[in-house]
């Protein structure tokens, strides 16, 4: 069994502080997509919505129904919060996807966005937790902020945190290893529920046989087959590796 450890992603106690949150919003490739932070850790990530408004709207909404704060808006990296950097640094190389031959730098074109939206932040990135497989950062030494998340979901993200990129596990493969197959349509809540993606990257977690299965962020299933397709993930067949055995 595989899990992350609580010490990697967890707030060592609370002593929340309303006045030391924020948000930004960050260009990828994808999209613009959205963070926001308290003084510890990310509260919540949004990926792209078919507009930046509308991702800003989503995120302060899911991150002011777990946390009181002032929420403003970052207009430079240095109004960034240290893991809200290393998050937005991160997130940035996933979504860039595997480097290719023809393109080793993982510069492909990004949508173009206006200020206040931070641009590439890339060369910002210090963690040091990469997957050998495919090229990508893990994120799972992210610190997340678990206020306010079900018991079980958190469970549930924790064993997707566990999963690197390019690989793929199922609904049924993260049920049985909470408790049954029973559990299945729990964890497809639970997952349609995720405040961190693609940190917690429940688009690495598909239907039996391979399907897609659904995806809550903006595109559905067709997003989140782009963002395996990126990531290099064996898809159509249902293969994926022995993650949990």
């Known amino acids: 069994m595989t899990t992350?450890?609580?010490?990697l992603s967890c707030v060592p106690g609370d002593g929340w502080d309303p006045a030391q949150t924020g948000h930004a919003l960050f260009r990828t490739r994808?999209?613009?997509?959205?963070?926001?932070?308290?003084?510890?850790?990310v509260v919540a990530l949004r990926l792209p919505e078919p507009s930046p408004e509308g991702t800003q709207m989503r995120l302060?909404?899911?991150?002011?129904?777990?946390?009181?704060?002032?929420?403003?808006?970052?207009?430079?990296?240095?109004?960034?919060?240290?893991?809200?950097?290393q998050a937005v640094a991160?997130?940035?190389?996933?979504?860039?996807?595997?480097p290719q031959a023809s393109d080793p730098d993982r510069s492909p074109p990004w949508p173009d966005a206006p200020a206040p939206v931070l641009g590439d932040l890339r060369s910002l990135l210090t963690l040091n937790r990469w997957s050998?497989?495919?090229?990508?950062?893990?994120?799972?030494?992210?610190?997340?902020?678990w206020h306010g998340v079900?018991?079980?979901?958190?469970?549930?993200?924790?064993?997707?945190?566990a999963i690197e990129p390019g690989q793929t596990r199922s609904?049924?493969?993260?049920?049985?290893?909470?408790?049954?197959?029973?559990?299945?349509?729990?964890?497809?809540?639970?997952?349609?529920?995720?405040?961190?993606?693609?940190?917690?990257?429940?688009?690495?977690?598909l239907a039996a046989q391979g399907a897609g299965g659904g995806f809550s962020a903006n595109g559905g299933t067709r997003t989140k087959l782009q963002l395996l397709e990126w990531e290099g993930a064996?898809?159509?067949?249902?293969s994926s590796l022995g993650l949990f055995d």
């Open 150 to 161: 079900p018991d079980f979901s958190r469970a549930v993200y924790q064993l997707a945190l």
């Open 171 to 205: 609904y049924g493969d993260l049920a049985l290893h909470l408790g049954g197959k029973g559990l299945a349509r729990a964890v497809g809540q639970a997952l349609g529920a995720n405040p961190f993606a693609p940190v917690v990257p429940c688009h690495r977690i």
């Open 234 to 238: 064996p898809l159509g067949d249902g």
């Open 90 to 98: 991160g997130v940035q190389w996933l979504l860039a996807g595997r």
């Open 132 to 145: 050998e497989r495919s090229g990508l950062p893990l994120l799972d030494d992210v610190v997340l902020d």
């Open 60 to 85: 302060l909404a899911h991150a002011r129904q777990r946390r009181s704060g002032l929420w403003p808006q970052a207009q430079a990296a240095d109004g960034l919060s240290a893991q809200a950097l």
């Open 30 to 41: 994808l999209g613009v997509c959205g963070i926001a932070w308290g003084a510890q850790a």
């Open 4 to 7: 992350v450890p609580l010490s």
